[in-house]
Structure formats: structure tokens, C-alpha cells
């Protein structure tokens, strides 16, 4: 699971996660979905990059696809 600002627009979101996950591997996209919970659709650039991706962060994989699940970053200092 990876923590996100959910209150952000897509594309910061989409921003954030390409900079947070990019140390993996090169990513190819990034889709964002927020129903019925939040999720993102994380494509890499290979296979191996997927899964460990997925493996880093608890997620399925799909192809060179990694699902990863959302959640509300907490407040900080809070």
C-alpha cells in the first residue's frame, strides 16, 4: 500500500508516484482510479521492475502492470 494525498488532483498524484516508485525502474504510466477504493495502475518498463514493485509495496501484478492500493497519507505533525 503507498500513502497519498487523495485530496490532491490526479495528475499530482500520478506526479508523486512516479517520483516515489521511479527508483524501482522506469515507468512507463501511471492511471489513477478512486472507486471503489483508491488505486493506482502502475506500468514499468519490465517485467522485473513489476514485480518488484509490487512485491516493495504489497500489490498484484499484471504483465509489466503492478496494482497498487491507496490510502490517505497522515497529517504531519499530527
Known sequence: MLQV???DADHHIERY???TC????RITSVKLHRSP????L??????EYTYELAAQLGGSTFGTC???HL???KA???
Do not use: C, T, Y
Open 5 to 7: 494525498n487523495l485530496d
Open 17 to 19: 508516484i512516479k517520483e
Open 22 to 25: 521511479g527508483n524501482v525502474g
Open 37 to 40: 477504493s483508491p488505486f493506482a
Open 42 to 47: 502502475i506500468e514499468m518498463s519490465r517485467q
Open 66 to 68: 503492478a496494482l497498487i
Open 71 to 73: 490510502e490517505q497519507k
Open 76 to 78: 504531519e505533525g499530527g
